[in-house]
């Protein structure tokens, strides 16, 4: 298989990848899939087997060409190259696989592109993943920019307990601009300067894949500083745009008067 460097650190992410192997094997029994986004083409080759028809669907022109490489021995797929917002598919989906994720839906195009797609999903079909949840904790930290948390990060003291804010049906339209004020108690005594977003994937609806190194990573998002006790509630002003870019991501604190 022919792969970009990005690619390979994808399927270098063994967790990953046994996720959306597993569930394409439970979900796809036939019919017609969308694997929008295909990149290399791993997860259509995982998919033909099992469906009639596959359109695979790739954006960059570079990596489109990769991945018909990837998939010339499969006669069921045909690769189309092109933005799956402005494509009219030939037939309606039995199942959509769209993985453009990214911590929160921010940085990638998952939902503009669902928000458009959606409609050549049969009444009964499935996509793939189905949904996310997002949750926040506030932080102390010395990052003075928003990134990716890595495991070795340090100088990080997460000063309350992780609160979902945010449930994500990809089925439904989602609105993708996010404007939320959120209170979060403090569990130890300390300076709030930043908060950690967490998203955990729903592959199928009992399915659940936390953050791995290479599908949703915590991110890390610097506010501004106050101080509290343990007990104390704040308040998170938590806005950005999902499919915006992290350039729309902002966050703020203040205390409860």
Not at 113 to 131: A, E
Not at 181 to 190: H, Q
Not at 215 to 240: A, M, S
Request: with cysteine.
């Amino acid at each position: 298989m022919k792969l970009t460097s990005y690619q390979q650190n994808l399927l270098s992410d063994t967790e990953r990848l046994t996720a959306f192997y597993r569930i394409i094997n439970e979900k796809v029994m036939g019919g017609v899939v969308y694997d929008l986004g295909t990149g290399s083409g791993v997860l259509s080759s995982w998919t033909a087997p099992l469906a009639r028809t596959v359109y695979a669907v790739e954006k960059n022109p570079i990596t489109a060409k990769i991945a018909q490489k990837n998939l010339n021995s499969f006669k069921n797929i045909s690769l189309i190259q092109g933005d799956a917002k402005t494509i009219s598919f030939p037939e309606k989906a039995d199942t959509i696989i769209c993985e453009m994720m990214d911590t929160a839906l921010i940085d990638e195009e998952q939902v503009p592109v669902l928000n458009s797609v959606r409609k050549y999903l049969n009444p009964q079909g499935d996509i793939i993943p189905c949904g996310v949840f997002n949750g926040v904790e506030a932080l102390d930290m010395d990052i003075p920019y928003s990134c990716y948390q890595e495991e070795e990060t340090s100088n990080l003291k997460v000063m309350s307990k992780l609160l979902i804010y945010d449930k994500i049906d990809f089925k439904k339209h989602i609105t993708p601009e996010i404007d939320y004020r959120i209170n979060l108690t403090l569990n130890t005594t300390g300076t709030v300067s930043g908060v950690k977003i967490t998203t955990f994937t729903l592959l199928a609806p009992d399915f659940i894949c936390g953050p791995t190194p290479m599908f949703n990573p915590p991110l890390l998002v610097p506010t501004n500083q106050i101080k509290g006790e343990r007990g104390d509630e704040i308040i998170l002003k938590l806005n950005y745009i999902m499919g915006g870019g992290l350039d729309t991501l902002k966050a703020a604190v203040e205390t409860i008067s």
